[in-house]
């Protein structure tokens, strides 16, 4: 079965900085597309970040754009986002998912169960 | 600009069924969409991909109870005897050249 699991969240201060990974296992991570996604507390689903198999494209959503930076080690099967520049409105609980990109379909077929992000001073 | 329109809330009885409905944005009615279910304090679930033409396909695992359609710029999202545990937020998702976009969500109760 699928598995992703994320960590490396926690308490920032606003403009400071926060690593998150994403351990992956169970199937061939170098055959997929990883996509980050957030949910701030009590509101929806809003798409971060996604990468391509290889890491060579890379898609951002313009709220991050230029501050968050998304990664992959495709020998570690790890994802990674790195998040700089953090503000308030970047307090979320984010999810890895395992993105079916490059088949025809955009989408995430398994997610994680995420990893708190809290920026407050 | 690419947007999905999910009603806020839905509620339906145990037994019963529910359709949910996902509205395209003017000019993007021939887009695919996905839909994820949340089930309470969990991580998202994917249920299917649901096509212009309705033809969907599932994730794995999901119960035939849960189905989808399409008519023109709507997708929807039918669940058929309503279990206990099908109460949940529901998520539409399409995506465009290299961007993902999610629906507002819809919350669903089982009366």
């Known amino acids: 079965q699928v598995q992703l699991v994320e960590s490396g969240g926690g308490l920032v201060k606003p403009g400071g900085s926060l690593r998150l990974s994403c351990a992956a296992s169970?199937?061939?991570?170098?055959?997929?597309?990883m996509s980050w996604i957030r949910q701030a507390p009590g509101k929806g689903l809003e798409w971060v970040s996604t990468?391509?198999?290889?890491?060579?494209?890379?898609y951002y959503a313009d709220s991050v754009k230029g501050r968050f930076t998304i990664s992959r080690d495709n020998a570690k099967n790890s994802l990674y986002l790195q998040m700089n520049s953090l503000r308030g409105d970047d307090t979320a609980v984010y999810y890895c998912?395992?993105?079916?990109?490059?088949?025809?379909?955009?989408?995430?077929?398994?997610w994680g169960q995420g990893t708190l992000v809290t920026v407050s001073s | 600009q690419l947007v999905l329109t999910q009603s806020p809330s839905a509620s339906a009885s145990l037994g019963a069924s529910v359709k949910l409905t996902c509205t395209l944005s003017r000019g993007h009615s021939n887009y695919a969409i996905a839909w994820h279910q949340q089930q309470p304090e969990r991580g998202p679930r994917y249920l299917m991909r649901l096509n212009t033409d309705g033809s969907h396909s599932k994730g794995d695992g999901i119960p035939d109870r849960f189905s989808g359609s399409s008519s023109g710029a709507e997708r929807y999202l039918t669940i058929s005897s309503l279990q206990s545990e099908d109460e949940a937020d529901y998520y539409c998702?399409?995506?465009?050249?290299?961007?993902?976009?999610f629906g507002g969500g819809t919350k669903l109760t089982v009366l």
């Open positions: 169970e199937f061939t991570f170098s055959d997929y597309y």
């Open positions: 998702q399409t995506w465009d050249t290299g961007i993902r976009v």
């Open positions: 998912a395992r993105d079916l990109g490059g088949s025809g379909s955009y989408h995430p077929d398994y």
């Open positions: 990468t391509t198999s290889s890491g060579s494209t890379i």
